[in-house]
T-cell receptor, first 110, second 114 residues
């Protein structure tokens, strides 16, 4: 049974800091891994999707890596801004079944 | 039932026809989400209902897509004039809170447009 863990559960940083969010999963037989952000009262915004054959994806200030063999993914946010404050979710897909982590609540202080 | 129920489980339709997909959330859950997953792709958010608030429709890909939630319970996702690129699995989830990780997903409706 796939289990997805995200560390830390919450993070508060001053504006401008670079930060790393971690996601680990127990079953390496995954189809893809996706990072989302969720703002209060909203649905999900997809940030980055990494297929199982890929090692990383980049979009703007975001970089996500995937190490399937060790069951880990990291989301790197460069030069954080107050607008980055949200909950960041890691989701691991095995076929059409997607398992979410509990999320990391990020607060970036101005 | 104990979980989120979606119907039909499979739907094959001709290009240009309209389709309706139904979601019965867990009783008492105020939050309801629609997602779709195309072959080889991740989850794509479509629309989010929370209680009596105006829905978050920011994920709907075109004006051919619409959704409603009657009486705060059952939701229907309607796709008009279907196109082949609409073929995907459409997933519904409900939650007692606004936290997605506490949401329960249905088994999905596999839509094939031919």
């Amino acid at each position: 049974k796939q289990e997805v863990t995200q560390i830390p559960a919450a993070l508060s940083v001053p504006e401008g800091e670079n930060l790393v969010l971690n996601c680990s999963f127990t079953d390496s037989a995954i189809y893809n891994l996706q990072w989302f952000r969720q703002d209060p009262g909203k649905g999900l915004t997809s940030l980055l999707l990494i297929q199982s054959s890929q090692r990383e994806q980049t979009s703007g200030r975001l970089n996500a890596s995937l190490d399937k063999s060790s069951g880990r993914s990291t989301l790197y946010i460069a030069a954080s801004q107050p607008g980055d404050s949200a909950t960041y979710l890691c989701a691991v897909a095995g076929g059409f079944k997607t398992i979410f982590g509990a999320g990391t609540r990020l607060f970036v202080k101005a | 039932g104990a979980g989120v129920s979606q119907s039909p489980s499979n739907k094959v339709t001709e290009k240009g026809k309209d389709v309706e997909l139904r979601c019965d959330p867990i009783s008492g859950h105020t939050a309801l989400y629609w997602y779709r997953q195309s072959l080889g792709q991740g989850l794509e958010f479509l629309i989010y209902f929370q209680g009596n608030s105006a829905p978050d429709k920011s994920g709907l890909p075109s004006d051919r897509f619409s959704a409603e939630r009657t009486g705060g319970s059952v939701s229907t996702l309607t796709i008009q004039r279907t196109q082949q690129e609409d073929s995907a699995v459409y997933l519904c989830a409900s939650s007692a809170t606004t936290v997605l990780t506490e949401a329960f997903f249905g088994q999905g409706t596999r839509l094939t447009v031919v």
